[in-house]
Structure formats: C-alpha cells, structure tokens
C-alpha cells in the first residue's frame, strides 16, 4: 500500500520552528503527490477528529511565524488505552496512511502508545525549546529560544550594572540545562546554575558568595547576572534572592523569563532544521517507518528508535562545560 495521505499534529510546548516544520512536511508531500491534514490541539484532534486539509495555500507566507498553526495541548487521556484505540480507529475512517508528530518526550510517549495499536508509520519530529530529546544534536526551537533569552539577558545586564545588583534570570529547559548553560556564555554571564551540575544548595549559596568576595576584593564588582534553571533552586528563586542578599548586604533581583522564551519568529537555525527534519520526516513515512523520531547528528538526517528519545538522557556537551569553566570570571 503506498501512503496517499499524511496526518500531522503538533503537541506539548509549543516551539519556534513548529510552523516551518508543518510548512516543510505539507510542501515536501505535496510534490510526492500525497495529501495531508492536520489535527488540532495535539492529540485531541485525532480524539475529536478535529482536523484541517493542509494544501500549499494554507502554508504559504509561515516560515516565519512563531506558535503553531494546529495550536498544541497536553492530552491526559491519551495515556489510557481506550481513547489511542479510538485515535488509531479515527486515523483509519479518515484513510489517513501515516501520522507525524512533532513536539517532545510526553508526545513521544503518546506517539508510540499509537504506534503499538496503528499498523501504519507513526513518526516523531522533535520540537521543544528545550533541547532535552536523547538522539539528536538538537530540536526545534531551542537556537531561538536561546536567542531570546541572550537578547533579554543583554537588557537586564544595563540595569544591574547600574544599581550595582545582582540579577537571577530564570530561563526554562524543564529539567535539562541547555538553555541556561548556552544562553550563560552567550550573555557572558557571570555564573550559571543548571540541574546537571547542581549539588546542594548550601553548597551553591557558598560557590557564588565567594564569587562575590573576590570580585570585591579585586575591586572589579559592579553586578552579577546568573543564569538559573527553572524548578531548580529549592523553594524557588526567591528564597535563593532572600538568601543572597541577608549574607551579602547587596540588592537581589529576580527575572523569571518564562514563556516569552517560546514565542517569536523563529531564528534562521530553527527554520532550517525544521525544514530539513519535515522533508526527512515525509521519507520515513513513504519508507514505512514505524516507531522513529526523526534526528540529526552531525548535519545528517536519521532516524531513531523513538524510545530512547525518553529512555536515555541527553547529557550537557562536555566541551561546552569546560568553556564555561575557563571563562565564567571567578575574581
Ligand atoms: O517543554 C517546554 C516547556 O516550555 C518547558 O521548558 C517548561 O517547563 C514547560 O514547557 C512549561 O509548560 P506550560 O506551558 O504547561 O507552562
């Protein structure tokens, strides 16, 4: 049977680079002569059979555009059986040949529970901002999502040089330090906290008051602007501001950059590699690939085994840990 029509969702937290990726899967099919659809709201599209026919003309003039044009949601019920027979069974009455689904690990998880009821290519393209997807360099919508947080991280810095302040910026990554540790050195930061590397918190207190000291001492303190994050300091950021300014008498100010950091146009990185993962992504489906995560290592498209994308950790690149390490300033 060759595959006349593909479905495509996007779920999970949206990323810059979703849309170029939609754009790239429709146009890529199209030229194969094979239709799509897209659901919408993630997962629960394919529950309601909510779904539009996607055509050139639909993702004309959306490369650039932030968000999703299918929206994304978390769907709970997708974890209990009965409702992914209902989805497999909805994908079948619409003669749907092959499911896409980009977004990250929780989206995965759902596309192989698909996968294991669905005959038919169920693959994943992986989207988050926060890079934490084992088996592929990168995803979609980090080098963006990195990009805002280095251009707010450079406005926050003017401020607390100016009151002499230290500035706790909170970015997102979930549990994973890849946006805190990159956007740290492409901000020049001044230190940065990321789960990977974390100890205690007495311990971290200790590490950046003696930062501190020694910027004092060597008379070269004006402010200090760490990177942090998120969910990472126990009992939240505050309590790590309270702290800091108790021991060292100077001024705490927290930024939590939040979801700001998963929209805007999309960087010309993100736009490429969606592109490239959604032409690769329409292959796997007319090779009849089942249970894979589209990936790329070393510029090259391949395909996964889809479970590792949860199964194994992506760790922090060495080297990038050991620059941070020469040229974070300690005095
Ligand atoms: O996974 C993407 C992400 O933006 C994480 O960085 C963050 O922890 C989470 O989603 C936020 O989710 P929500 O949009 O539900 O607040």
């Not at 050195?185 to 930062?211: N, Y």
């Not at 592109?275 to 070393?298: F, L, P, W």
Request: include cysteine; proline fraction near 3%.
């Amino acid at each position: 049977m060759t595959v006349k029509k593909i479905g495509i969702l996007t779920s999970g937290g949206d990323a810059p680079g979703m849309n170029a990726c939609i754009r790239a899967i429709c146009l890529t099919a199209e030229h194969a002569g094979i239709k799509t659809v897209g659901y919408k709201h993630g997962y629960n599209g394919l529950l309601n059979q909510e779904f539009i026919e996607l055509d050139p003309t639909r993702v004309y003039n959306l490369i650039q555009r932030g968000g999703t044009i299918l929206y994304s949601a978390r769907c709970d019920k997708f974890k209990q059986d009965p409702f992914v027979e209902l989805a497999a069974q909805n994908l079948d009455a619409n003669n749907v040949d092959a499911l896409i689904v980009i977004g990250g690990n929780g989206s995965f998880r759902g596309a192989a529970k698909l996968q294991s009821v669905w005959n038919k290519p169920v693959v994943g393209v992986p989207g988050t901002i926060d890079n934490d997807i084992c088996g592929t360099d990168f995803t979609i919508g980090y080098h963006t999502a990195i990009q805002t947080a280095v251009e707010s991280i450079d406005k926050v810095r003017d401020t607390a040089e100016a009151f002499e302040r230290i500035f706790l910026v909170e970015v997102m990554g979930n549990k994973a330090g890849f946006i805190a540790l990159n956007s740290a050195i492409a901000a020049g930061c001044d230190h940065v906290l990321v789960p990977e590397r974390f100890t205690t918190a007495g311990e971290e207190l200790v590490k950046i008051i003696d930062k501190l000291d020694s910027r004092r001492k060597n008379k070269k303190f004006a402010s200090l602007v760490i990177t942090v994050t998120e969910n990472l300091w126990p009992g939240g950021l505050n309590v790590l501001a309270d702290s800091l300014a108790s021991e060292t008498g100077v001024d705490v100010r927290v930024l939590t950059l939040g979801h700001v950091q998963r929209g805007g146009s999309p960087s010309s990185e993100d736009r490429l590699l969606a592109t490239r993962m959604g032409t690769y992504a329409v292959k796997c489906c007319v090779d009849k690939m089942q249970n894979i995560m589209v990936a790329e290592a070393q510029e090259k498209p391949i395909a996964v085994p889809i479970e590792k994308s949860w199964l194994e950790k992506k760790n922090l690149n060495d080297y990038t840990v050991e620059i941070l390490d020469k040229i974070t300033l300690l005095g």
